[in-house]
């Protein structure tokens, strides 16, 4: 069965600073990769996905991934982070269990605080 | 296009009561998924319709959960009778084919006292 560890329960970074957040996970084949964000009141937000090819995904809001499938992991970036980004992080993969059923599976996300 | 939503945002109830959470999804979705969170855990998954039927109910907690999805459009998750460990935040996504992104509506957070 698939997982996805995402080690980080909390992280603090000043605006202006980079981030990067990790996310790692167990699957025996490629897997779709997503991140997906969610702001105090909101629902979760697709920030970016990885299917195949480039495995430099740009997403929404200034945020890029890289998938490393000999790391088995899909590190979120940002080169400078704002103050709009202090939200909780999700890692997800998806993939296929039992033949025909396919699923999300999710990590336990990241809390981001921004110091101004 | 109007996204994922869900109702109501927040339910609180007590123990061995039965609450409805209700979901519609994007229109010309087939795809619906239920997810949960329960505090400090990863979301996981509840079960998968594809149109009407049930595809993948493998992460129902036990028999007090039901859903349904009338005529393939909204689906309702029925918690019959609540218990403390219920309380959690419940999540509807829907895709348009199964390997399609998921788009999330914006969560019921139920509480049961």
């Known amino acids: 069965a698939q997982s996805v560890t995402q080690p980080d329960i909390h992280i603090t970074v000043s605006e202006g600073a980079s981030l990067e957040l990790r996310c790692n996970y167990s699957y025996g084949a490629t897997p779709y990769l997503f991140w997906y964000v969610q702001s105090p009141g909101q629902g979760l937000q697709l920030l970016l996905k990885y299917f195949s090819g480039d495995t430099l995904v740009q997403g929404i809001k200034g945020f890029e991934a890289e998938f490393k499938r000999s790391q088995s992991s899909f590190n979120l970036r940002k080169p400078s982070v704002h103050w709009s980004d202090a939200a909780e992080y999700f890692c997800?993969?998806?993939?296929?269990?039992?033949?025909?059923?396919?699923?999300?599976?999710f990590g336990k996300g990241t809390l981001l605080t921004v110091n101004p | 296009e109007a996204g994922v939503t869900q109702f109501p945002s927040h339910s609180v109830i007590e123990k061995g009561q039965t609450v409805t959470l209700r979901c519609d999804p994007i229109s010309g979705h087939d795809n619906l998924y239920w997810y949960r969170r329960v505090m400090g855990k990863e979301i996981k998954f509840l079960l998968h319709?594809?149109?009407?039927?049930?595809?993948?109910e493998s992460g129902m907690p036990n028999n007090r959960f039901l859903a349904e999805r009338t005529g393939g459009t909204y689906s309702t998750l029925k918690v019959q009778p609540a218990e403390l460990e219920d309380s959690g935040v419940y999540f509807c996504?829907?895709?348009?084919?199964?390997?399609?992104?998921?788009?999330f509506g914006p969560g019921t957070r139920l509480t049961v006292l």
């Open positions: 996504a829907s895709s348009q084919d199964i390997t399609d992104t998921q788009y």
């Open positions: 997800a993969v998806g993939a296929w269990s039992g033949g025909s059923n396919y699923k999300l599976t």
């Open positions: 319709f594809v149109k009407e039927s049930k595809q993948d």
